[in-house]
């Protein structure tokens, strides 16, 4: 088990850091929506579905309003937690849900796109699609699979919080190909970022 005080103590991420900056505010929608009588889960499903909508409009190419739809899904994902925590109600099964959920959301919207470049054969955006969904996914399982054994694993360029900030804008834009480039490139570097992180971690253990 790791004891490095980069471990016990890693540094707060870009999702972290705005987190705490606008808590307040985080916290006033979140008790507005308590108030409505609304469950935390119930948001975490709303905001799936959201999701879902969203990608079979950018399947059809409607990317403004896909990319509003994911603009507002991705803040609506971000009331959940504080609204658990202020009911008291926080729990190891609705972090793993809400993880899960931005899984499924993510595929769903990378999927829309992917089904858009497909129809019009633009096999070198398919492909950059497929590298940004590869990198999404394993952004989040490296730093999962390192937890397992007791490594640190959550720096890099490009978490969760940076893609949506990076894809919404560019489809909302109507620059797609952009956000997608990017992630693609950026998401993948962190997964490698993440890997050599253990390893340097793992060789440590051994000195």
């Known amino acids: 088990m790791q004891t490095d005080e980069s471990v ?3 540094p707060l991420t870009l999702s972290d850091a705005l987190r705490i900056r606008f808590k307040g505010v985080l916290d006033a929608v979140a008790g507005f929506l ?3 009588g609304l469950m935390p889960n119930t948001v975490t499903l709303a905001a ?5 909508v969203a990608s079979v409009m950018l399947g059809y190419g409607m990317f403004l309003g896909g990319g509003i739809v994911v603009l507002v899904m991705g803040a609506l994902d971000s009331i959940d937690g504080s609204m658990a925590r202020l009911r008291g109600e926080r729990s190891d099964f609705g972090a793993f849900a ?3 959920s931005d899984r499924y959301s993510e595929l769903a919207i990378f999927g829309g796109l992917l089904v858009y470049y497909l129809q019009r054969g633009d096999n070198l955006m398919v492909l950059a699609t497929f590298l940004a969904t590869a990198g999404s996914v394993l952004v989040p399982y490296t730093r999962a699979r390192a937890e397992s054994v007791g490594f640190y694993a959550r720096g890099g360029l490009m978490g969760r919080f940076e893609r949506y900030l990076v894809l919404a804008p560019s489809l909302i834009l109507g620059a797609p190909w952009l956000g997608i480039v990017l992630i693609a490139i950026l ?3 962190t997964a490698l970022q993440r890997i050599y992180s253990v390893r340097r971690q793992a ?3 051994n000195v």
């Open 8 to 10: 016990r103590n890693p």
């Open 34 to 36: 308590n108030r409505l």
């Open 48 to 52: 799936l579905l959201g999701n879902f």
């Open 98 to 100: 809400d993880s899960v």
């Open 187 to 189: 998401a993948n570097l």
């Open 203 to 205: 060789r440590g253990q």
